[in-house]
């Protein structure tokens, strides 16, 4: 059974709408629905926002459901300059980036757990499902939808995603960002919390992230349109083709 979370709603609910035998258990003050996508066993839940939040729920989805592998989907705030909204990031590590409990233990590093980054699974048919996505791109987002955001041709990049209890909007912090973290593509504030939790589990782990503000001062503006129109699209293009 494959696990996915998102932390809104908005982000999967178009999912939701090709999910069959739906069945949804309430655990925890959240709703998994468990059922099949093309014939395949998911389990789909929201964790709400924020790094506890998804942590809650990542344990409570390995607890109960026993998923063989937990994907995450959502929008991120861009922060390499060469990403634009509507460009997809795929993972292939992840950093807390509001964890400090230096001098004690280096900067980032997880105290007791001795890393600071965390390893996706190497997820090639994943990547692949984003690459066709991509490829189709107006099959799932009408040409009207596209030019609402600005959005020409969506690029794939793979690369480091940082996560903290933060909603980035300030050009400061994107400066502090990449001071610290030179390669970092994009910004959230759950994705980490999810890969901890993944790893002391033994549980491989995906994350896709989809750009949906600059996280500078246009950020808050952007962002509650793009996750119902674009995001939500974004994701069951992928993962209903992922599910075959
Ligand atoms: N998720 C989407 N945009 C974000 C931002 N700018 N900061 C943190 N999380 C985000």
Redesign the pocket.
Known sequence: MIGIISAMHDELAELLHVLKDKKTTILGNREYYTGNINNTPVTIVFSKWGKVAAAITTTQLIATFQPSEIIFT????GIDADLNIGDLVYGTQLVQHDMDASPLFPKFEIPLLGKSFFKTSENLKLHQCIVDFNEHYFTHISEQEANDFNISKPKLVSGLIAS?D????DVQSIEILKKNLPNLQC???EGASVAQVCEEYQIPFSILRII??K?DAS?PID?PLFTKKIASKYAKGILQNYCS
């Open positions: 959502g929008v991120a705030g903290g933060e909603f980035i909007s910004v959230e504030m949906s503000d996280a950020s962002f």
